[in-house]
Nanobody, 123 residues
Framework: QVQLVESGGALVQAGGSLRLSCAAS????????MAWFRHAPGEEDREFVA?????????DYTDSVKARLLISRDNANNMVFLQMNSLKPEDTAIYYC???????????????WGQGTQVTVSS
């Protein structure tokens, strides 16, 4: 089982940048796709944001964040990152790091979640 801890969330003005980090423990992540999701205020469900394959060569993004957010990973240190640029108020959400149980790309099921980190973008 893997434990995930996110950090880096903050209050930022529109147009600003943040870098979220996800530290994994309990299992090395170098064989696994990793992903970021977010849960916006007033929304019922979490939304997929981005995913990255085990070797980092494949990435996927939801349309609303393409060209603004960049997912990356450091397998040597069991870390995943989300660089967030040109932030908009609609990016306000709790951001969660997620890991699958199985290896493969793309991945649909992510049973392991961190506690989340709050990102608030003011207009």
């Amino acid at each position: 089982q893997v434990q995930l801890v996110e950090s880096g969330g903050a209050l930022v003005q529109a147009g600003g940048s943040l870098r979220l980090s996800c530290a994994a423990s309990g299992r090395t992540i170098d064989r696994y796709t990793m992903a970021w999701f977010r849960h916006a205020p007033g929304e019922e469900d979490r939304e997929f944001v981005a995913a990255i394959s085990a070797n980092g060569r494949n990435t996927d993004y939801t349309d609303s964040v393409k060209a603004r957010l960049l997912i990356s990973r450091d397998n040597a240190n069991n870390m995943v990152f989300l660089q967030m640029n040109s932030l908009k108020p609609e990016d306000t959400a709790i951001y969660y790091c997620a890991a699958p149980r199985l290896v493969g790309w793309p991945m649909k099921a992510y049973p392991y979640w961190g506690q989340g980190t709050q990102v608030t973008v003011s207009s």
